[in-house]
């Protein structure tokens, strides 16, 4: 038996719509064509699976009276407890996490935080079924592929359940290959991704196979190392870098000879075992200190893609390597005063400074969670324990509180992430994210303090946690989150950053790295639009102005919504005749535009944009 399918030749449009690909009518003269195909068993996947979206662009759907964006920010503003948990955040396994799949109990993850988002189903543009997807799992993948653009942390700031909690052996499905029945991809011995539809195998191919996997697994029992052995000035690999017998898939096999179709090799996913990284160590020691050399054989590493954090004998470090986090946890054998990172290329060197000039016979021994790599999406962030060193008054209700790290750790958040503040307030946890800024000047930070600059709010929990620290208090901050990838800056030829308020902080570094840096660009435009309610509002005004004067491809547009009689510049809000009037033309190539506010501002900005046809791909919302 043989399938025929009618393919109408359709020319393609490159116009589309929001959410959907606009289709020209048939034309009269079109022609059909007949194309034949070997009949496909009824158990294969490719055959009575629909293909993938074509757009990862949201579906809008109607909703109903009272489901409105505002009316979502009012039950979350009315005090009920929208998490099912009392507000007291949980510690939720992968297990528990899958038991709340239904439209009446869901939970999903994110970045390593739990939402419960059954209230929210009724509010959501895309509909209950679009949150059914990604109800009970880590949802992480799909989230960054439909609508990464979201700002998820503050949507969904008062349904966080807790943090999620993976096990080191538990294998993260793909939402893809699970909603396409695909048969996912194997990792064959030598490292690569193949995927074809399974077909019969011969016995010789079958006894190969068995051979390579025993051998596979003799290997893995060879390099096993105990935590508790000591750290040897040996290089150290990852244990496991070879398929483990036990990650081995299952697969169902066509009976009908005639059903195969092969499938080319596949690129790896990003996230898949394949492009795991395997980095490695060693240390070396002098008279005055002890040198770790970290080899991530992955793309050139930055300063900020290092984080340590020095705890008397305690030693974390915390090395991105693009999608994945490789992690180091050693009880060191002596103390140390102090440290210093440097990179070059795909090698890291963590320099720890001794407090006794002796020599080690051992750098330490492994702590639990050593030598291990983590994809960034299962990560839960670690916390710091800080002092505050300083706090500025800024403007009327905003100061920046300068933390300091203990004494040897280092971090330097990257362009356009954030860190979160943990705090234990009248019996809950209370958590809340800040982006750290830096002088817009060629200040290089020296990794042993970040700068948060934060807008206090009379009735906020937190502001009034903070309105009563002063310096030398404790503080705990967690590791930097974020998604905006910096590379995007110098590939752009025109940058516009649309902020709103304190929504200015990730601004601050990304102009800093555009206009104050050693590799700025003449050639590049770089346009603030800053929205403030007074004049009085306006951050860090005069540096703004001051950098205004001073660079010839630097603008800073200031829209105040409630300005006094002696202001001159844009009154009002910004809204799509501000920027029809200073974005760049929507076929202009190598634009990147920037948001960051309150939720409703930049979801706002955001269908104003897409309403005007800019591509979903020069455009991040800052989380």
Request: net charge positive; proline share 8%.
């Amino acid at each position: 038996m043989s399938l025929v399918i009618s393919v109408p030749s359709i020319a393609t449009n490159s116009q589309t719509q929001f959410g959907k690909i606009a289709t020209p009518p048939p034309s009269p003269n079109m022609k059909k064509r007949n194309l034949t195909l070997p009949s496909f068993a009824p158990t294969s996947p490719l055959a009575t699976s629909p293909p993938p979206p074509l757009s990862p662009k949201p579906r809008r759907k109607p909703l109903g009276p009272g489901c409105g964006l505002l009316d979502w920010i009012r039950l979350c503003r009315s005090g009920k407890d929208l998490t099912t948990v009392g507000g007291k955040l949980q510690t939720v396994t992968e297990e528990e996490l899958a038991k709340h799949n239904t439209p009446d109990d869901a939970w999903t993850a994110i970045r390593g935080k739990v939402y419960n988002i059954t209230p929210y189903m009724k509010f959501h543009p895309g509909g209950k079924e679009d949150l059914m997807r990604g109800a009970g799992m880590d949802c992480t993948i799909l989230f960054d592929e439909v609508h990464k653009w979201v700002n998820v942390e503050s949507m969904l700031s008062k349904c966080v359940v807790g943090t999620l909690v993976v096990s080191s052996s538990a294998r993260r499905s793909s939402f893809r290959a699970n909603s396409l029945s695909v048969p996912k991809p194997i990792v064959v011995p030598d490292g690569m991704n193949s995927q074809a539809i399974p077909r019969r195998k011969s016995s010789m191919e079958l006894r190969n196979e068995t051979r390579a996997a025993e051998a596979c697994e003799e290997d893995d029992g060879q390099r096993q190392v105990s935590p508790e052995s000591p750290v040897k000035p040996l290089v150290h690999e990852m244990p496991g870098t070879k398929q483990d017998a036990s990650s081995k898939q299952e697969h169902e096999f066509v009976d009908e000879p005639s059903a195969t179709l092969p499938v080319p090799p596949m690129r790896p996913r990003k996230n898949s075992d394949a492009s795991k990284p395997k980095p490695s160590f060693n240390w070396v020691q002098s008279e005055k200190s002890v040198v770790l050399h970290v080899l991530t054989q992955g793309k050139a590493l930055k300063p900020s893609d290092v984080f340590l954090d020095v705890n008397g004998k305690t030693f974390e470090a915390t090395i991105a390597i693009m999608d994945w986090v490789y992690e180091l946890n050693i009880a060191l054998a002596h103390p140390v005063s102090g440290s210093q990172v440097t990179v070059n290329g795909a090698r890291a060197e963590i320099s720890l400074r001794k407090q006794e000039h002796e020599q080690w016979d051992v750098l330490g021994s492994f702590l639990p969670g050593h030598n291990v790599v983590t994809h960034k999406s299962k990560r839960v962030p670690k916390t710091h324990l800080c002092t505050i060193e300083d706090i500025k008054t800024i403007t009327h209700d905003t100061k920046i509180f300068k933390v300091k790290f203990s004494p040897g750790s280092f971090m330097i958040v990257p362009t356009g992430h954030h860190v979160s503040i943990q705090a234990h307030i009248d019996g809950k946890q209370v958590e809340r994210s800040y982006t750290p800024v830096l002088p817009l000047s060629d200040h290089r930070p020296d990794g042993s303090s970040l700068e948060l600059m934060i807008k206090l709010y009379k009735n906020g929990r937190m502001s009034q946690y903070l309105s009563r620290l002063s310096s030398g208090d404790s503080i705990v901050v967690t590791d930097p989150e974020g998604t905006f990838d910096s590379s995007r800056l110098s590939s752009a030829n025109n940058v516009v950053l649309i902020a709103a308020g304190t929504g200015f902080t990730p601004m601050a570094k990304v102009i800093r790295d555009l206009v104050c840096s050693n590799e700025h660009r003449k050639n590049r435009s770089t346009k603030l639009l800053f929205a403030n309610k007074t004049e009085e509002d306006v951050l860090w005004r005069s540096e703004l102005e001051q950098l205004t004067k001073s660079t010839q491809n630097f603008e800073m547009v200031t829209v105040l919504s409630n300005p006094g009689n002696t202001w001159r510049g844009c009154r009002g809000r910004i809204d799509s005749r501000v920027l029809k009037e200073h974005l760049p033309p929507v076929t202009e190539d190598k634009t990147l535009i920037c948001i960051c506010g309150p939720c409703p501002f930049t979801t706002g900005i955001s269908n104003i944009l897409f309403d005007m046809e800019y591509p979903g791909d020069c455009i991040h919302c800052f989380t």
